[in-house]
């Protein structure tokens, strides 16, 4: 099984920053996609960011412009990058990685969440 560990997140004011980390464990052949995604209180989960295999990202209209994803794929880690963070931001956030294992399995793990927490 893939396990997702996930750190970076706390709490922090408006304005300040925050990068987040999820280190992805197991027998791991391909990861074909990293991605953050973030619950609200009171609203459904939504993505944030995402990136593919081919490097491709895309950024949820929320946090374009001002989150950075960033993969490091040796270490099998995606970073997000949180700048100027807003109070809306607050949430838990997911990490989420497809890929397929080492006995040819596709596999879709994700992490337990971390909470971000925006004071205004």
């Known amino acids: 099984q893939v396990q997702l560990v996930e750190s970076g997140g706390g709490l922090v004011q408006a304005g300040g920053s925050l990068r987040l980390s999820c280190a992805a464990s197991g027998s791991i052949a391909t990861i074909n996609v990293m991605a953050w995604y973030r619950q609200a209180p009171g609203y459904q989960r939504e993505m944030v960011a995402r990136?593919?295999?081919?490097?491709?990202?895309n950024y949820a209209d929320a946090v374009k412009g001002r989150f950075t994803l960033s993969r490091h794929n040796a270490r099998k880690t995606v970073y997000l990058q949180m700048n100027k963070l807003k109070s809306e931001d607050t949430g838990v956030y997911y990490c989420?990685?497809?890929?397929?294992?080492?006995?040819?399995?596709?596999?879709?793990?994700w992490g337990s969440g971390t909470q971000v927490t925006v004071s205004s």
């Open positions: 990136t593919n295999i081919g490097g491709e990202t």
């Open positions: 989420n990685i497809i890929g397929m294992n080492s006995r040819g399995q596709a596999f879709d793990s």
